[in-house]
């Protein structure tokens, strides 16, 4: 029996269910609604779907233009040229990794498409050349980036309240990105998680 990987939207279809019976169980009905508490849960579905529309919109065009960037010639050249470093399994670990998370900090979108054709380069030239690579490790190495990402220039919540009319302006006000992205600390972080990892 063969079994196929769900498809994203049945994978969004089913955590819609079990969130929304989640909610069924675990909050209550408000005093002052008349109607019936599954309801009042369909409304609150309904209104932030479209209130977060706009940002998943950002978010799609930040996965798209990086999938873009990712796929010019000048990344492929780089992807190329790196690609014959890795002869090993550590080296490609190591160099896959270091990219990966470079990258993360320019565009999560970049460093998400980046590292795992860089990843798919490294297993394709070790197949081709008869060389043993342990490949689900290099696979994983293209993927760090995401644990680094927000700490980079795309971060959503960063770039949110750095903004003048956030949703939360009243409440911390407007936060430039030189007390995130640029504080001390983040830079200290970013470093560590550039060092370490690698």
Not at 99 to 118: H, K, P, Q, T, Y
Not at 164 to 180: W, Y
């Amino acid at each position: 029996i063969r079994i196929g990987i769900p498809s994203p939207l049945s994978i969004a279809l089913l955590l819609t269910i079990i969130t929304f019976l989640l909610a069924i169980v675990f909050t209550q009905r408000p005093e002052n609604s008349g109607s019936a508490h599954f309801l009042n849960i369909l409304d609150f579905w309904q209104l932030g779907f479209w209130e977060l529309l706009s940002f998943t919109m950002q978010m799609a065009l930040i996965l798209i233009l990086g999938h873009a960037l990712a796929l010019t010639p000048i990344f492929n050249k780089l992807i190329n040229q790196l690609t014959r470093y890795c002869d090993t399994s550590a080296k490609a670990a190591l160099l896959v990794s270091l990219f990966a998370i470079l990258m993360s900090f320019i565009n999560w979108g970049l460093c998400l498409v980046f590292g795992a054709i860089f990843a798919r380069k490294v297993g394709e030239a070790a197949q081709r050349e008869g060389r043993k690579l342990n490949y689900p490790l290099v696979g994983a190495a293209g993927y760090v980036g995401m644990m680094c990402w927000h700490g980079g220039f795309s971060g959503s919540a960063p770039l949110t309240v750095s903004g003048t009319d956030h949703f939360l302006i009243n409440r911390i006000g407007q936060v430039p990105i030189s007390e995130t992205l640029l504080s001390n600390m983040n830079l200290f972080t970013t470093a560590a998680l550039l060092t370490l990892i690698p």
